[in-house]
């Protein structure tokens, strides 16, 4: 069985760009999902097949509420699921938790990331469809978390559920050491859109 894959665009491509870039990851495989900004979601869904996550949404509710993304929002642009509490954009449990109530009454899939052990097993008890574990201090380096001493076992260990792990991932191998020591896939982001040739990075990866 292929290993889960999610795709984090982050904010390092914007317009053309991004859709360049959705459809080269379609090309290698439709079921890899993409997170994209909430302003990329529309034209990403009607460009590409792949599911389209939103990198972030705000608990509020429709109405006088300026400036936030709201999950209605997405939802109606197509997107199906929302990442939350990425290393990159924290908030806090209760801010978390009310945001999951939101998305699931409006019927988007949940994607939660978590630092840590610790964090993970809190987050677990929202019962995201997804869990990506990713230590803040390997996001974005060149040491992959999969070569970490142990770090992916204890948290198989650990958690007893399905996970995933984020944090410099670059290739095959790491996806392969992975999935070995007990994770069901993997996040990326710099390791696919920031190559050379996305396609061919994601399919040494998958």
Avoid: W
């Avoid at 095959?172 to 396609?199: F, N, Q, T, Y």
């Amino acid at each position: 069985m292929k290993p889960i894959v999610v795709v984090n665009f982050k904010t390092y491509k914007q317009g053309r760009a991004v859709l360049n870039l959705a459809r080269a990851i379609e090309k290698v495989d439709r079921k890899v999902i993409v997170g994209v900004q909430a302003s990329d979601v529309a034209e990403v869904v009607g460009a590409v097949g792949n599911p389209v996550y939103v990198q972030h949404v705000d608990y509020r509710e429709v109405g006088k509420n300026t400036g936030f993304v709201l999950p209605e929002a997405v939802g109606a642009d197509g997107a199906v699921g929302v990442f939350l509490n990425h290393s990159e954009h924290k908030i806090s449990f209760k801010d978390l938790e009310k945001s999951v109530d939101r998305c699931r009454k409006v019927g988007l899939k949940v994607l939660i990331f978590a630092s840590d052990l610790k964090e993970a097993k809190r987050v677990r008890r929202l019962k995201p469809d997804y869990l990506v574990v990713e230590p803040p201090e390997l996001v974005g380096g060149t040491k992959s978390v999969s070569s970490a001493k142990g770090y992916v076992k204890k948290l198989a260990d650990g958690l007893k559920c399905d996970f995933l792990v984020g944090a410099g991932i670059k290739n095959g191998d790491d996806v392969r050491k992975a999935i070995e020591l007990g994770a069901s896939g993997v996040a990326v982001a710099s390791g696919v859109v920031l190559a050379r040739s996305p396609g061919k990075a994601l399919k040494d990866l998958i």
